[in-house]
């Protein structure tokens, strides 16, 4: 029971510390280690426990990492062991560290703020991976930005193959090594991340996993240069236990050769089944055009100023391109390889449909070589030069294909792109579901209304109303109302989900909205059919808080109905409203509340409506 503490500096009250360390804990009679947040005034009695180990933890170093913070008074972090039941107990701590801001999630890195997150190198080696930022120091060869912000001003790590010592040689190593990790779940883990591999001299980047005294074999890899792009990782690791992830970078022929690695995350669970075509690497999938039609698509770089997989001018897609043919109404098909029957597939795409002639893009079935008798999704006319997202559900009763159908317009300005094709074992969220990230999902405004709803980010343009930042991330976009001139008192802006399908039994609708200002007005939840006139389902009047609030409500119809969000300006300019985070599912609403995470105090109940 006797204790031993350590005590940090002064911390200021309200800020927020990520602390972190690593820890060792090996004996037959381990006690406690204990970390603590005291108030700078109180003497060496902590007063709040934010983090302990009891225990025999095994010979090894583990990795530990916790947010800290006081609102009220100035604070020190406290690290205190607690002797066991005898002298084989002894606890060691190492490589502490404390960084402004919380904690990441567990098993993430970002390499954001001074923070490697318990990855380190391996000792001994030629070559290390070193945190940079912005543009690597050589020329012609690693990234220019990091993944995450995608700016000179994020982190990333990478191995700089200009420096390895007074010899260089052909496939000398750099390695990084995860924090241990220890897994229980039988399917084992879940590894993302994003790599970077560019230059004349890229070798080869590889995962291991390395448990005790023993390495597996190579998990993954990826070989030669693949563009100066980021590009996406995914590992599924089968193995429980404890044991930590090796990323191996070999150096190539010469120094044009350094790789990149960003946002890496673990996840508990096997990686979901998913089936990717992103046509990188001159890669078409299996893919195949349908030679009895009129023109192919072509793999291509030249529709698009860029690709969505990489969103540089460095990516590839297939182009349906409206100039190689001159009738209209001629017809591209590019069929994908054979799947198996399948009970629920969700079907995902990306297209780019831009020109003042675009004709339509349809997705078909086949089976046994049968079409099915309408396509599985369609749509007509130009949309933009924009990549916007698709998505559709599937069942198959017997092997199947799917065939991307380009349809020319009028003229030749209207070639139609599509990128990053994948079949996922999920559920497809149902038509109307937006987070706002990328487009707004089909959402428009109407025409008969008085002005319309924005696409923003951050905060809006008036002061003491509207949200910081979006609900999603905090730093994506959301949809909202500004009310300040030319706007007037009762002027309504309706934003509208033009089609959605009857359904057997009810639906949830979910969303998040945002009500702050002194003037707040009215947001209203409208449901109408070809058969009655528009029906309120649910309304909000006046300033709701600083926060954003949840709701759902359940919709029964036994028609296509369409469902609008209108919002009225109220008595003055600070009245703005937002939108985020619209979610469309089957069954009735969950009977819940929730509790906003920005604001511990307040509760906000989820209000419920029947139609």
């Known amino acids: 029971g006797d204790t031993a503490q350590l005590i940090s500096y002064d911390y200021p009250a309200a800020s927020r510390y990520c602390f972190e360390m690593f820890y060792h804990m090996f004996g037959a009679s381990i006690g406690k280690l204990n970390v603590y947040v005291k108030p700078s005034s109180q003497k060496l009695s902590p007063s709040q426990l934010v983090w302990s180990e009891t225990g025999n933890q095994g010979d090894l170093w583990r990795y530990m990492q916790v947010t800290a913070t006081n609102p009220s008074d100035d604070f020190n972090i406290v690290v205190e062991g607690v002797v066991g039941s005898s002298w084989s107990?002894?606890?060691?701590?190492?490589?502490?560290?404390?960084?402004?801001?919380?904690?990441?999630?567990?098993?993430?890195?970002?390499?954001?703020?001074?923070?490697?997150?318990?990855?380190?190198?391996?000792?001994?080696?030629?070559?290390?991976?070193?945190?940079?930022?912005?543009?690597?120091?050589?020329?012609?060869?690693?990234?220019?930005?990091?993944?995450?912000?995608?700016?000179?001003?994020?982190?990333?790590?990478?191995?700089?193959?200009?420096?390895?010592?007074?010899?260089p040689h052909m496939n000398d190593p750099a390695q990084v090594f995860s924090p241990m990790l220890t897994v229980t779940d039988e399917n084992g883990l879940c590894l993302t991340f994003w790599y970077h591999m560019y230059g004349d001299h890229v070798n080869q980047l590889g995962v291991y996993v390395k448990q005790r005294d023993?390495?597996?074999?190579?998990?993954?890899?990826?070989?030669?240069?693949?563009?100066?792009?980021?590009?996406?990782?995914?590992?599924?690791?089968?193995?429980?236990g404890d044991?930590?992830?090796?990323?191996?970078?070999?150096?190539?022929?010469?120094?044009?050769?350094?790789?990149?690695?960003?946002?890496?995350?673990?996840?508990?669970?096997?990686?979901?089944?998913?089936?990717?075509?992103?046509?990188?690497?001159?890669?078409?999938?299996?893919?195949?055009?349908?030679?009895?039609?009129?023109?192919?698509?072509?793999?291509?770089?030249?529709?698009p100023s860029i690709d969505h997989t990489t969103q540089t001018g460095n990516g590839h897609y297939m182009l349906a391109d409206a100039s190689s043919v001159d009738k209209e109404g001629s017809r591209a098909k590019l069929i994908t390889a054979k799947h198996a029957a399948t009970t629920d597939k969700?079907?995902?795409?990306?297209?780019?449909?831009?020109?003042?002639?675009?004709?339509?893009?349809?997705?078909?079935?086949?089976?046994?070589?049968?079409?099915d008798e309408h396509p599985h999704w369609s749509l007509h006319g130009n949309r933009g030069d924009i990549w916007k997202r698709a998505s559709f559900p599937l069942q198959a009763l017997t092997p199947f294909q799917l065939v991307f159908e380009a349809i020319r317009g009028k003229s030749e300005l209207g070639d139609i792109?599509?990128?990053?094709?994948?079949?996922?074992?999920?559920?497809?969220?149902?038509?109307?579901?937006?987070?706002?990230?990328?487009?707004?999902?089909?959402?428009?405004?109407?025409?008969?209304?008085?002005?319309?709803?924005?696409?923003?980010?951050?905060?809006?343009?008036?002061?003491?109303?509207?949200?910081?930042?979006?609900h999603t991330s905090g730093s994506g976009k959301y949809m909202y109302i500004e009310t300040s001139s030319p706007r007037v008192t009762d002027e309504t802006a309706r934003l509208?989900?033009?089609?959605?399908?009857?359904?057997?039994?009810?639906?949830?609708?979910?969303?998040?909205?945002?009500?702050?200002?002194?003037?707040?007005?009215?947001?209203?939840?409208?449901?109408?059919?070809?058969?009655?006139?528009?029906?309120?389902?649910?309304?909000?009047?006046?300033?709701?808080?600083?926060?954003?609030?949840?709701?759902?409500?359940?919709?029964?119809?036994?028609?296509?109905?369409?469902?609008?969000?209108?919002?009225?300006?109220?008595?003055?300019?600070?009245?703005?409203?937002?939108l985020d985070d619209i979610a469309m599912t089957s069954g009735q609403c969950p009977e819940v509340s929730w509790t906003t995470l920005r604001n511990p105090n307040t509760k906000h109940f989820v209000q419920q409506i029947t139609f």
Not at 124 to 139: A, D, E, M, P, V
Not at 219 to 226: A, C, E, H, P, Y
Not at 245 to 271: S, T
Not at 272 to 279: E, H, K, S, Y
């Open 89 to 167: 107990g002894d606890i060691a701590i190492d490589d502490t560290r404390t960084n402004v801001g919380d904690c990441l999630p567990q098993g993430f890195c970002d390499f954001e703020q001074n923070y490697w997150c318990g990855w380190t190198n391996q000792l001994n080696l030629n070559l290390n991976w070193t945190r940079w930022q912005g543009k690597s120091s050589s020329s012609y060869t690693g990234p220019s930005t990091d993944h995450t912000t995608l700016s000179e001003n994020g982190y990333y790590i990478y191995v700089d193959m200009d420096y390895v010592g007074e010899d």
């Open 346 to 371: 969700c079907v995902t795409f990306w297209y780019n449909m831009y020109g003042d002639d675009v004709g339509t893009l349809n997705v078909w079935k086949v089976e046994n070589q049968i079409y």
């Open 496 to 578: 509208i989900r033009v089609q959605c399908q009857k359904f057997a039994g009810a639906q949830c609708v979910s969303f998040w909205y945002h009500m702050h200002g002194s003037d707040t007005g009215i947001l209203n939840m409208l449901l109408s059919t070809e058969e009655a006139k528009t029906n309120p389902l649910w309304s909000r009047h006046g300033p709701q808080g600083r926060w954003w609030v949840g709701a759902t409500v359940n919709v029964k119809s036994d028609v296509n109905y369409k469902v609008a969000f209108e919002s009225v300006v109220g008595s003055g300019q600070k009245s703005d409203i937002a």
């Open 243 to 303: 044991f930590t992830v090796v990323f191996e970078a070999l150096r190539g022929a010469g120094y044009k050769g350094d790789i990149a690695l960003d946002d890496i995350k673990f996840i508990i669970g096997a990686c979901p089944a998913t089936q990717l075509c992103d046509f990188e690497e001159n890669n078409i999938c299996g893919f195949e055009n349908d030679p009895t039609v009129e023109f192919v698509w072509i793999l291509n770089q030249i529709g």
């Open 417 to 470: 792109a599509i990128d990053d094709i994948q079949l996922s074992d999920q559920l497809c969220p149902l038509v109307g579901t937006c987070d706002f990230e990328y487009d707004t999902c089909g959402w428009t405004n109407v025409f008969d209304d008085s002005f319309d709803w924005t696409l923003n980010s951050g905060t809006t343009n008036t002061d003491n109303t509207g949200p910081s930042g979006d």
């Open 214 to 240: 023993y390495t597996s074999g190579l998990l993954w890899s990826r070989q030669g240069s693949l563009g100066s792009s980021w590009n996406y990782g995914q590992v599924s690791i089968q193995r429980a």
